[in-house]
């Protein structure tokens, strides 16, 4: 039997994760729960924090591919190298994260 071989996402070539991401598992108030790997999160500075909790990622983009990320940071020095929210959960939803 002849297989074919796999086809990259058209868009793994064209950025770059900078950092190993850190495992975050995010306990919701119905029981559920969601595991998150990323660089950073906002939201986790004790119970005076009421943001809403953004998970992101540090990662090269191309400057033509960028419109397709959720941006929210840049780096003044390099234009490719941008901060990535890889998920956005709102602080109602959560019991706690670990």
Known sequence: MRTRPARASPYAAKMRMLNTPNKYVIHLRDGGAVTVWADA????????????????N?????????PLFDIHGRTPTDPERVIVTVALIPRSVVSHVS
């Not at 999160?41 to 119970?47: C, K, N, R, T, Y």
């Not at 540090?58 to 960028?66: H, T």
């Open 41 to 56: 999160a906002e939201g986790l500075a004790g119970p005076e924090d009421e943001r809403d909790y953004r998970f992101v």
């Open 58 to 66: 540090l990662m090269d983009v191309s400057p033509e591919d960028q």
